[in-house]
């Protein structure tokens, strides 16, 4: 069982002794509504945190507290042990990527990413080779000279980033920075991201709605839902182990199976018997499973606890084959992914099958969490 | 185009043809008395109408050297500037609690400022004379004219910078208070020079109106006069070339006031923009 942090977020930790960022109890409210609800979080110094979610969970109002564009209605806000939810926004160390990158028009590059210095009052001389150095830092050493107007998105989101990191700030907010490019280049900035992470050292607090994207880039990740946090996790922990039924279906691909655990072992709802890792209390729970744990076979030669099924389409996805296997155990149908050589055994679509996984790779939800 | 032409009936051909000749009647209704007006101003004929007997600058001459003439422009440009700089101010810090915040009766406060473009002149002439001169007792001066003038011309840089606040992206003033600006550098740095091209043509615009503004200034300004009323008096005694002339030179007075406020922001792109390829070229030139 792997639920060890992965080789990133384990040198982080090492690096920190303290919280860089800290939530306590923090309640948001607008008018009735309860954007965020006595959330406590806390976040390391030097990590790259992701806040995922969708829409309306409260991910933006998080990033807009740590900011100082919105004050909490309950709570406090910590910043390497001081209490910062009570500054305005431009008197707190922490510099944001807006989603709209905001960037000033009427300025040239080079003013814009020299703004939070002149603001300073740092000296001419010094703003000037900090201001070469953050486009250095993003690639655009060549274009301090243009508007904004002048650049792609991407070259526009770099400029962000770099106004944002020219600062130093402890912290570095990204508002969904990558949400209005293309995928390619999504993909590419992702990776810049990380780059510039790992080489400035900055706490980067990242805020998306993409699984893929915090995936990919996060020390860990927090899954927000309703104005709460459902769980907090390295991407590995977060995709295997998930506490919950939200957090299942929102990161990746899941199947579901409503059981009645006896033991250690579970009964699906059409009577097969599977196998669990260790003993469980006993009662009605949601058994899930990730689609390329699932095996696929001749219902004669499967292993004991194999769930019977139909064979109802398969599709080809070019690194996986996707199999959709209709069983008497759940309303719809289960999800298999095939990759690799298992694609050569594709079964025929109407064959009957038998669908069966390891017991390490069945986890056990609490049906009561996360329904909505 | 060419095609266009080519399948149009000849019924539609005539229906095109007696509309050109509609339109240009309608310039000509229009534009032909100004026309006249800078014709005969340069017309030697002393009554100011036709025959054309000779053309000449004299009449312009006379206009130049009439000390008359001379005090009536120093106080229209006078009044002008202040109602100017009176409009700017108060238009453009009213625009922005109209577009920004959430005054309870704020579409009934917008109505209520730019309501003024829609009274009479002759209203707001009367119902400040009263004022003035009655429960105030003040004198009539060319400075009851600017108070008189500003309430009318207000509220058109108050809509020109309204315009402009309104398709103003926050964010860029989120960035800048992200950025480490306060309140005062947010608006120094990131509003105003954003909103300049609209307070410049509200400007503008202010002094133009202000210029050959009469109905409003004839009630307030008392015993001086501006230029308008300059050539009303005048006419009384008859329309002179010097008339002419006079007004010749306020009709381009104002369209140079007018083409300025509609090329100047265009203009202050372009100067950025040579500004930047500038220190581009001279930037390429030091790598190179």
Partial sequence: MAVTATPASQASEAESGRAGIELRGVTKRYGGNVALREVDLEIRDGEFFCLLGPSGCGKTTTLNLIGGFVGPTEGTIWLRGRRIDNLPPHKRPVNTVFQSYALFPHMSVRDNVGFGLRMDGVKRAEASQRVNEALALVGLEDYGDRTPAQLSGGQQQRVAVARALVKRPAVLLLDEPLGALDLKLRQRLQVELTQIHREVGTTFVYVTHDQEEAMSMADRIAVMNLGVIEQLGTPFEIYRRPTSRFVADFIGDANFFDVNVDGSVAVLSDGTRVPLEGARTSGPATLMVRPESLRIGDADSAPAGAVPGRAVKSSFLGTRVRVAVHTEASVVPLMVAMHGEAQSSVPAEDAEIAVWWAPEDAIVLDSSRGES | ?288
Avoid: C
């Avoid at chain 2, 005539?14 to 101003?41: D, E």
């Avoid at chain 2, 050539?231 to 006031?257: C, D, H, R, W």
């Fill in chain 2, 1 to 288: 185009m060419a095609a266009d032409v080519e399948i149009l009936s000849r019924r539609g051909r005539v229906t095109r043809l007696a509309l050109a000749v509609y339109g240009t009647l309608i310039y000509v209704f229009l534009f032909g008395p100004i026309v006249l007006l800078v014709l005969f101003s340069f017309n030697a004929n002393r009554y100011g109408t036709f025959p054309v007997t000779a053309w000449t600058l004299k009449w312009y001459r006379a206009a130049v050297s009439d000390y008359q003439i001379h005090d009536a422009v120093a106080t229209t440009l006078k009044v002008a500037g202040e109602v100017t700089a009176i409009s700017v101010v108060v238009g453009t810090t009213a625009a922005f609690p109209l577009v920004r915040s959430r005054l309870r009766w704020r579409d009934g406060v917008r109505v209520g400022l730019v309501l003024p473009i829609m009274i009479p002149g002759l209203l707001i002439g009367v119902s400040l004379l009263v004022l003035f001169t009655g429960p105030l007792h003040w004198q009539l001066s060319p400075q009851t004219a600017v108070i008189g003038q500003s309430v009318y011309t207000t509220p058109f840089v108050i809509l020109l910078v309204s315009a402009r606040l309104q398709g103003f992206d926050r964010a860029l003033e989120r960035a800048a208070a992200d950025l480490g600006a306060n309140a005062f550098n947010r608006l120094r740095f990131v509003v105003l020079p954003l909103i300049l091209p609209a307070i410049i043509a509200g400007a503008l615009l202010a002094f133009t109106l202000s210029l050959d503004e009469f109905i409003i200034t004839y009630f307030l300004i008392g015993t001086n006069i501006t230029l308008p009323i300059f050539i009303y008096t005048q006419i009384k005694f008859g329309i002179t070339p010097e008339v002419n002339a006079l007004a010749s030179m306020l009709l381009a007075a104002s369209l140079l006031v007018l083409a300025l406020a509609f090329a100047l922001p265009q203009v202050i792109r372009a100067s950025r923009r040579a500004v930047r390829f500038g220190t581009g070229r001279r930037a390429a030139r030091i790598t190179a």
